[in-house]
């Protein structure tokens, strides 16, 4: 281990970066994607490469595209030996990092260019290929790019790798395919970036550029409750691969947890399955990993017995929801107010019990202002509702976005109540659930902190001849696994989850199909999804 005492140009580098990351908030930090990589990680991934790599990088050519104050150079450069390093560059877009940067390395050979990594590369002026990228890119968000900044980068890196990025891809994304198709053919590559595209649309066009365009040799993901970089709000995982075509039943090391070194799981995958699977957090399958998926794709899951939907956007929940009782004080007309959950941080209990009106039988009572009749309609006949409307305009809340494409603006989204929920986000690790399911008896609705789950099929049929059952549909959703659940859903860093209705309609529903065969019959259309399962069960 190289130790910072050992090592004053490092010592002097975190002095510095200590500064300059004062003068920020770690929103602006966050906006600009701006997160050192720890050093003792930097050297870490360094000592990694240079161990896959062996003689391939006998001489180094080293480049950071968005190289910061120099944390992955300056750990190069321990690594490596100055010797070793025939030439470097560094690229950075904030002038306070880009001198400082030069201050602490040029005279060690260091090249540093001021400027957008992504222009310079696609310029005449673009520096010399080299055959080392080690890379922490800003994770920009793709919210805050610009829109024709989106677009420039979608035509780049088609141009330059063949690749077509999703616009919902962050600008690491571009960053990756960019430097890659800068890199010299069989380079070698480190790069630390959200492990999000793992799992999501927008990252297939990714996977697919790993899977087949370049070798992918280590995926290492941190454990989420481990946040690399303090307060960035993301979980990450370091990516080593060597710019050369994959040989055949190539295998990938997918590690979780712990470190480079000492990672907590471990598994070697390979690149047909690689290629075939939706999600990538789920390698390495083993119990450490807090990510598996129970579905195979072939049984019957959630999706086949329940329709998913978020709960709905009021557009202001403050605006918009109100304590039941207040509301009757106001005189508003019970026909334009409709029982709604409060927030799952509020909600104690999971199991809801209706009073005679359909209202929960839990405090808080809060009730939904929906209505449809027109605005002369209520002035007339419902003149205090009216009145409590006239006071959204200086609130701000006719201009949402949401409010503002309704007619009537205070018409809601139409829900049905569903007898059961599940929340959206939450936390929890091992076999805990991240998310709560709920048995609604009341006739409320949820907000989308919820996701709203509506029997269908044969299950709605069973229910309804048998609403007695509904006691055990619900103890079999609380039986999902927290690793099911982490599995179909994402990851935040910090270990904030989420799930969206296409991923828990993903989770397995074998327990339901065991537990009542007869649910399979009602999916006879669907004979050969269910075949192997229906031979399982013998029916
Ligand atoms: C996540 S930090 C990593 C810094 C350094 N490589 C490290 O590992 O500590 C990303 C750096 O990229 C810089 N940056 C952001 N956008 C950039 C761009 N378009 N071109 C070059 N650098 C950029 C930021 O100012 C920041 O210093």
Redo the contacts with the bound molecule.
């Keep these: 281990m190289i130790a910072q005492r050992d090592n004053p140009p490092e010592a002097r580098r975190q002095a510095v970066q200590a500064v300059l990351d004062a003068r920020r908030s770690a929103g602006e930090r966050n906006r600009?994607?701006?997160?050192?990589?720890p050093n003792a990680l930097?050297i870490e991934i360094v000592q990694y490469v240079k161990s896959v790599a062996g003689r391939r990088l006998r001489e180094v050519r080293f480049a950071?595209?968005?190289?910061?104050?120099?944390?992955?150079y300056s750990a190069a450069l321990a690594v490596f030996g100055q010797q070793r390093i025939k030439s470097a560059v560094g690229?950075?877009?904030?002038p306070s990092?880009c001198a400082a940067a030069r201050d602490l390395w040029a005279e060690t050979g260091l090249d540093l260019v001021h400027?957008?990594?992504?222009r310079i590369i696609a310029g005449s002026r673009r520096p010399v290929a080299p055959n080392l990228i080690l890379?922490?890119?800003?994770?920009?968000r793709h919210h805050h790019l610009e829109r024709q900044d989106k677009e420039r980068l979608q035509a780049l890196a088609y141009r330059m790798a063949g690749v077509k990025v999703n616009g919902l891809a962050g600008?690491y994304v571009y960053f990756l395919l960019l430097a890659t198709a800068w890199m010299e053919d069989g380079g070698y590559a480190a790069w630390?970036i959200p492990s999000e595209f793992m799992d999501v649309n927008y990252g297939a066009a990714l996977k697919r550029y790993l899977a087949d365009r370049v070798t992918l040799i280590r995926a290492h993901r941190f454990a989420p409750d481990d946040v690399q970089f303090g307060d960035a709000l993301v979980s990450s995982v370091v990516l080593v691969f060597c710019k050369t075509q994959p040989p055949p039943r190539h295998t990938v090391e997918f590690t979780f947890g712990g470190t480079i070194r000492r990672p907590h799981a471990s598994d070697f995958i390979l690149l047909d399955k690689l290629r075939e699977s939706r999600k990538w957090t789920v390698y390495p399958s083993h119990a450490a990993n807090d990510r598996r998926t129970s579905s195979d794709g072939n049984g019957p899951t959630l999706g086949h017995f329940f329709r998913i939907q978020r709960g709905i956007a009021t557009g202001s929940n403050k605006f918009f929801v109100l304590d039941r009782r207040d509301a009757e004080r106001r005189r508003f007309p019970k026909r334009c107010l409709r029982p709604i959950l409060p927030s799952p941080r509020l909600l104690k209990t999971t199991v809801i019990e209706a009073d005679e009106d359909g209202y929960p039988l839990i405090e808080p009572q809060l009730c939904l202002i929906d209505c449809d009749l027109p605005e002369e309609v209520l002035q007339t006949r419902h003149p205090a509702l009216w009145e409590y409307f006239q006071t959204a305009a200086a609130l701000g809340i006719k201009q949402g976005y949401l409010v503002s494409k309704r007619s009537p603006w205070y018409r809601q989204e139409q829900r049905d109540p569903a007898p059961f929920l599940c929340t959206y986000m939450g936390r929890g690790s091992g076999p805990k659930q991240p998310f709560r399911f709920i048995w609604n008896r009341s006739q409320a609705i949820g907000t989308n902190l919820y996701l709203m789950l509506h029997p269908k099929n044969a299950l709605a049929r069973m229910l309804r001849d048998h609403p007695d059952h509904a006691a055990e549909v619900f103890a079999l959703l609380g039986r999902v696994t927290g690793h099911e659940l982490r599995g179909e859903g994402r990851v935040y860093g910090g270990g904030l989850n989420k799930i969206e209705p296409s991923e828990l309609a993903r989770i397995s529903a074998a327990a339901f199909v065991e537990r009542w065969p007869e649910l399979l019959s009602g999916l006879q259309q669907q004979g050969e999804l269910f075949g192997k399962m229906s031979g399982r069960l013998g029916a």
């Design positions: 600009l994607g701006q997160f050192a990589t930097a950071d595209p968005a190289i910061g104050t120099g944390s992955f690229v950075e877009l904030d990092f400027g957008d990594f992504t890379a922490n890119p800003p994770y920009v600008l630390l």
